[in-house]
């Protein structure tokens, strides 16, 4: 088993629908990640999370560290928003520079 | 602009070469890392390095070597050693070992024929 699951693993929705995307992870953590790469491969941090919430522009993040559960909403989606979204984590006891990726989300915003 | 530049974007090469994956950063980061993606899978980390002639075996080295011999460079070489070179290969840095937040380079396909 995965210490990052994600879900779903794919994902197509309708220009302006809110978007949920779910992260659930098996070890105990410092810190969960959620990174957004676009189809050309780039990879680009969005959020670094160890507890509540944080919100940037459409995007918004959550952590439940009891739960053991993260989720990555985009509110109002759009076409541009397509693309693969990444969750990572530091585990507690993982040496330094190693983070553990889920394999993620590709998420497709049709017009 | 700052940033992170992988050189280059597509490579092909044949079984049995060896090849050299470029990454150069201009943020004055510490630390460096080089990852492999594969459909399907999340990424591995191959090496990192936490400052300049140091680096450190990620989850999946064999097959492959680095050298950090200066700051703003950390090159790749994927050796004949490698069993499935074929991968699109990542390179990011981060302020330091301690910082989680990771900056990426635009990755390098490698098909080996």
């Known amino acids: 088993k995965n210490e990052v699951e994600q879900s779903p693993q794919n994902l197509t929705a309708q220009e302006g629908e809110f978007i949920t995307i779910n992260c659930s992870y098996s070890?105990?953590?410092?810190?969960l990640h959620w990174l957004q790469q676009h189809p050309g491969g780039g990879i680009v941090s969005l959020f670094m999370?160890?507890?509540g919430k944080k919100k940037h522009g459409r995007l918004i993040a959550t952590i439940n560290i009891q739960e053991k559960h993260s989720s990555l909403h985009i509110t109002a989606s759009h076409p541009r928003d397509s693309a693969v979204y990444i969750c990572?984590?530091?585990?507690?006891?993982?040496?330094?520079?190693?983070?553990?990726f889920g394999k993620g989300t590709k998420l497709s915003v049709k017009p | 602009d700052g940033g992170i530049t992988q050189s280059p974007k597509y490579l092909f090469r044949k079984e049995g070469q060896n090849v050299t994956l470029s990454c150069e950063q201009n943020?004055?980061?510490?630390?460096m890392y080089w990852y492999r993606q594969d459909p399907g899978q999340g990424l591995r980390l191959i090496y990192y390095?936490?400052?300049?002639?140091?680096?450190q075996k990620g989850d999946i080295a064999e097959g492959y070597s680095v050298s950090r011999e200066k700051k703003e460079s950390f090159p790749l070489t994927v050796t004949s050693a490698q069993k499935n070179p074929t991968a699109f290969y990542l390179c990011?840095?981060?302020?330091?070992?301690?910082?989680?937040?990771?900056?990426f380079g635009p990755g390098t396909r490698l098909t080996v024929l």
């Open positions: 390095s936490q400052i300049v002639n140091d680096f």
């Open positions: 943020l004055n980061h510490d630390a």
């Open positions: 070890v105990g953590i410092s810190a």
């Open positions: 999370l160890s507890s």
């Open positions: 990011a840095s981060s302020i330091d070992i301690h910082v989680d937040t990771q900056y």
């Open positions: 990572a984590v530091r585990s507690l006891g993982g040496s330094q520079g190693n983070l553990i």
